[in-house]
């Protein structure tokens, strides 16, 4: 293995226990032990645990390539409810990309928020980076096109409000048994969160109640993921309505 190799696979070994126990909690020697490798080859490759954790650091910040298809979609009122959803369905469903990747990028946020942050920061700050554009730009277009009431959020606002409610629900579901006490499956849920986030960022009724077609998901999600949940939820609707 080279020796770039062997550093990519330190920092996949590193990142679910930083995810577990946070940066203070983990010692080189448990990450030594977990990337098979002795702890010298670790600080031969990172002379400091702080050096390992913004490698990290940059990892997580990597948005899936298939998320990252979004951001280049024409701003629209279509693109502004295809983002909601696809924001629900990637931080609740684990769709656009590994689903292992995506909690332990969920668990890693949570443990940097009590400790210095640091990680969130960054992490929140390449998603405003790279979906704050098409966010307002289609919330400008939704505007123009009378889709919207006068009292919408400024567009960060309205795009961290949605992010918040889709995160928070995914972390009630970290521990594989939910924690909140939800009426419906996790699809009805994850639907009813879409509608709730698009009111709240002043789409008209109207528009939000309008059925939206799921299959349209399946442009940027794992051809995989669709045709399993198809296959093995029965009764599963591929349109949403109100």
């Given at each position: 293995m080279d020796g770039a190799a062997r550093r990519r696979q330190i920092?996949?070994?590193a990142m679910p226990l930083f995810a577990?126990?946070?940066?203070?909690?983990?010692?080189?020697?448990?990450?030594?032990?977990?990337a098979g490798v002795s702890e010298g080859?670790?600080?031969?490759?990172?002379?400091?645990?702080?050096?390992?954790?913004?490698?990290?650091f940059q990892l997580g910040c990597l948005a899936d390539p298939d998320l990252m298809r979004l951001a280049s979609l024409p701003p629209s009122t279509d693109t502004l409810i295809l983002i909601t959803y696809a924001m629900l369905h990637h931080l609740v469903l684990g769709v656009f990309g590994k689903h292992e990747l995506i909690v332990t990028r969920?668990?890693?946020?949570?443990?940097?928020?009590?400790?210095?942050?640091?990680?969130?920061?960054?992490?929140?700050?390449?998603i405003e980076r790279q979906f704050l554009p098409v966010y307002t730009d289609s919330l400008r277009a939704a505007q123009q096109a009378g889709d919207v009431r006068s009292d919408s959020?400024?567009?960060?606002?309205?795009?961290w409000f949605g992010a918040h409610v889709a995160a928070q629900i995914a972390h009630g579901r970290l521990s594989g048994r939910g924690v909140f006490s939800y009426q419906g499956d996790i699809d009805v849920v994850v639907a009813e969160a879409a509608r709730f986030i698009l009111r709240g960022i002043g789409l008209r009724d109207?528009?939000?109640?309008?059925?939206?077609?799921?299959?349209?998901l399946a442009l940027f999600a794992d051809c995989l993921w669709w045709e399993s949940r198809n296959t093995v939820r029965t009764g599963f609707s591929d349109t949403i309505g109100p």
């Amino acid at each position: 293995m080279d020796g770039a190799a062997r550093r990519r696979q330190i920092v996949e070994a590193a990142m679910p226990l930083f995810a577990r126990k946070g940066f203070d909690g983990v010692t080189t020697k448990e990450i030594a032990a977990a990337a098979g490798v002795s702890e010298g080859l670790v600080f031969r490759h990172f002379p400091t645990k702080s050096a390992l954790y913004q490698e990290i650091f940059q990892l997580g910040c990597l948005a899936d390539p298939d998320l990252m298809r979004l951001a280049s979609l024409p701003p629209s009122t279509d693109t502004l409810i295809l983002i909601t959803y696809a924001m629900l369905h990637h931080l609740v469903l684990g769709v656009f990309g590994k689903h292992e990747l995506i909690v332990t990028r969920q668990r890693l946020v949570l443990n940097s928020m009590i400790e210095d942050g640091e990680y969130a920061r960054i992490h929140f700050s390449e998603i405003e980076r790279q979906f704050l554009p098409v966010y307002t730009d289609s919330l400008r277009a939704a505007q123009q096109a009378g889709d919207v009431r006068s009292d919408s959020p400024a567009p960060v606002n309205g795009m961290w409000f949605g992010a918040h409610v889709a995160a928070q629900i995914a972390h009630g579901r970290l521990s594989g048994r939910g924690v909140f006490s939800y009426q419906g499956d996790i699809d009805v849920v994850v639907a009813e969160a879409a509608r709730f986030i698009l009111r709240g960022i002043g789409l008209r009724d109207e528009v939000v109640t309008a059925p939206f077609d799921l299959r349209r998901l399946a442009l940027f999600a794992d051809c995989l993921w669709w045709e399993s949940r198809n296959t093995v939820r029965t009764g599963f609707s591929d349109t949403i309505g109100p």
